[in-house]
T-cell receptor
Framework: AQKVTQAQTEISVVEKEDVTLDCVYE???????LFWYKQPPSGELVFLIR??????QNEISGRYSWNFQKSTSSFNFTITASQVVDSAVYFC?????????????FGRGTQLTVWP | EAGVAQSPRYKIIEKRQSVAFWCNPI?????LYWYQQILGQGPKLLIQ????????DSQLPKDRFSAERLKGVDSTLKIQPAKLEDSAVYLC????????????FGDGTRLSIL
């Protein structure tokens, strides 16, 4: 079974629109960690954020915000006032404390294209 | 701080040939990972090292893939013989020890099998 599901394969928006990338996860561990990574066309994976399972506070960093809801096993990512430079593939990932330490389970990614 | 270094950046070989990839992690990072990323998919873990010991190689096709991390620093991943389905990007990542530690990735090696 897929531990991390990103149902949106591709999203296209026009610059300055807000966009939300969905992530649903599945785990039996009570302690786990959720991550978002960005993969621009150049290929490297860039770490964006980590959330702990015991901290449901939403987080905002500039134009980026993350909404973590344990009740729905979701960890969604919103970009406000999107820009062309936000175009990339975004991956949500899960790490479980109870299994092999540090192993990341990635979703299939969401390709975001921001048009000028 | 220098990031994760990988080489080569690109590699093209014919099926049944062998190939090797090299990774130098961020200084001080005890944990090193190799991932395979097939086009249109998320990265999949192949092998994880803690210092120079293997922690998880359950997803590594051991009949053709091998990896080592001598002296607990640099690592090499080898494929011998290569198959067409091995065409992918091979990513190396490193982190401090712990499931909550973010992994930092190199630029990857894009492998094409003809």
């Amino acid at each position: 079974a897929q531990k991390v599901t990103q149902a949106q394969t591709e999203i296209s928006v026009v610059e300055k629109e807000d966009v939300t990338l969905d992530c649903v996860y599945e785990t039996r561990d009570t302690t786990y960690y959720l991550f978002w990574y960005k993969q621009p066309p150049s290929g490297e994976l860039v770490f964006l954020i980590r959330r702990n399972s015991f901290d449901e506070q939403n987080e905002i960093s500039g134009r980026y915000s993350w909404n973590f809801q344990k009740s729905t096993s979701s960890f969604n990512f919103t970009i406000t006032a999107s820009q062309v430079v936000d175009s990339a593939v975004y991956f949500c990932a899960l790490s479980e404390r109870g299994s092999t330490l540090g192993r990341l389970y990635f979703g299939r990614g969401t390709q975001l294209t921001v048009w000028p | 701080e220098a990031g994760v270094a990988q080489s080569p950046r690109y590699k093209i070989i014919e099926k049944r040939q062998s190939v090797a990839f090299w990774c130098n992690p961020i200084s001080g990072h005890a944990t090193l990972y190799w991932y395979q990323q097939i086009l249109g998919q998320g990265p999949k873990l192949l092998i994880q090292f803690q210092n120079n010991g293997v922690v998880d190689d359950s997803q590594l096709p051991k009949d053709r893939f091998s990896a080592e991390r001598l002296k607990g620093v640099d690592s090499t991943l080898k494929i011998q013989p290569a198959k067409l389905e091995d065409s992918a990007v091979y990513l190396c990542a490193s982190s401090s020890q712990g499931a909550n530690q973010p992994q930092h990735f190199g630029d990857g090696t894009r492998l094409s099998i003809l």
